[in-house]
């Protein structure tokens, strides 16, 4: 696991520990949509399938994360295109990860996801792929 003095991979330029890390130790909740969307990505760098769980929302959480290439897969950074409150408790956030699996060429994720807020705290509710 990388240190917490390192940067957050999310791409903030802040310290993991004053980033992503409260997040994901449960001791700090994503102020945003976009602050969980990148929490998210940092746990999918880090293989936290528990964070990924925990931050989705009940009606669409799946049952399991699989992780089973996680050791393989190598994170290669992450686009934040846009945030767009729907309203105080609704958001959409379009994104970009990149990821190279293996010895496999590089892969890109174009996602726009939906997020809601619930008692104060935002969940990841699904996304789709735009066309490119």
Do not use: N
Not at 58 to 80: K, N, Q
Not at 102 to 120: Q, T
């Amino acid at each position: 696991m990388p240190s917490t003095a390192a940067s957050c991979p999310c791409g903030s330029a802040r310290a993991y520990a004053d980033c992503c890390g409260p997040l994901h130790a449960g001791i700090a909740q994503a102020a945003t949509a976009e602050a969980l969307m990148r929490s998210r990505y940092s746990a999918f760098v880090r293989a936290d399938a528990d964070y990924l769980l925990a931050s989705w929302h009940p009606s669409t959480r799946p049952a399991s994360v699989d992780m089973d290439d996680a050791a393989a897969t190598r994170w290669l950074g992450l686009e934040v295109r846009q945030h767009t409150p729907l309203d105080a408790d609704h958001a959409t956030v379009e994104f970009i990860a990149r990821c190279k699996v293996g010895g496999a060429p590089a892969v890109r994720l174009h996602e726009l996801s939906r997020f809601v807020r619930e008692d104060g705290r935002w969940y990841y509710m699904d996304g789709i792929f735009p066309a490119r």
